[in-house]
């Protein structure tokens, strides 16, 4: 069964950076897709940055030049570094498999504060 596994959440002050990390269970070249969400509280789940076929990258308008999505193959895992990071970036962030089928991690919060 495929699991991911989020960490590197926390709390930041605006301005700061965070790398967001998540462990695959299996290869990470099985997923066609990878990706990052996050969910701010009272709002709907949006994609933050997607990964496709190992190095096609999209990223919301919000984030486009403060955020990067990588992958390691040696390590499984896909990445989200988030530089100059902002109130509004608060949310938990889910990280997402695509294999036929959605797999979602449980999420991992990020805080900043001003």
Not at 50 to 63: E, M, P, Q, T
Not at 69 to 94: K, P
């Amino acid at each position: 069964q495929v699991q991911l596994v989020e960490s590197g959440g926390g709390l930041v002050q605006a301005g700061g950076s965070l790398r967001l990390s998540c462990a695959a269970s299996g290869s990470i070249f099985s997923f066609n897709a990878l990706a990052w969400y996050r969910q701010a509280t009272g709002k709907q789940r949006e994609l933050v940055a997607r990964i496709l076929g190992g190095s096609r990258r999209n990223y919301a308008d919000s984030v486009k030049g403060r955020f990067t999505i990588s992958i390691s193959s040696a390590a499984n895992t896909v990445y989200l570094q988030m530089s100059s990071l902002r109130v509004e970036d608060t949310a938990i962030y889910y990280c997402n498999g695509e294999a036929g089928s959605a797999y979602w991690g449980r999420g991992t919060q990020v805080t900043v504060s001003s």
